[in-house]
């Protein structure tokens, strides 16, 4: 999971460059076609961050199971920060964004909640079998 992740936030030009225009040729179609203007490139492109480290915030999650999910968040606004500031550094075509921290966060917050609801549900289904 990290490799993909390193190679997209160190990668030399923002990689959603290759398809700006075709991603912008079809929010055009969907806002024409009755989707809102606030489902927009940036929207797209926030959803994007918070998925990218929905998987973060899973598998630290499993990891570390006596972590709460907030220490987790933490955790990927760790990573996110190291990421930004990296980009800041030492690439020229990319940019450092608060936002991206924001984002980033989310989704590990997302996928360390979704380990404690799916963690709960599994405990509920196994009570019921213990007592018969």
């Not at 398809?19 to 927009?40: M, V, Y």
């Not at 933490?74 to 500031?85: D, Q, T, V």
């Amino acid at each position: 999971m990290m490799i993909p992740l390193a190679l997209i936030a160190f990668w030399p030009t923002p990689v959603d460059q290759p398809i700006q225009g075709l991603l912008a040729r079809i929010l055009r179609f969907l806002h024409r076609n009755g989707i809102p203007d606030w489902f927009s490139y940036r929207f797209v492109e926030a959803s994007a961050n918070v998925a990218l480290f929905i998987p973060i915030g899973f598998i630290s999650s499993l990891a570390f199971l006596q972590k709460p999910w907030w220490r987790i968040g933490a955790f990927g606004l760790l990573i996110s920060g190291c990421i930004e500031l990296g980009q800041l550094l030492f690439l020229k075509d990319r940019f450092a964004s608060p936002g991206d921290l924001v984002t980033n966060a989310s989704g590990a917050v997302i996928g360390a909640l979704l380990v404690t609801a799916l963690l709960k549900k599994l405990q509920a289904r196994r009570r019921p079998a213990a007592d018969l």
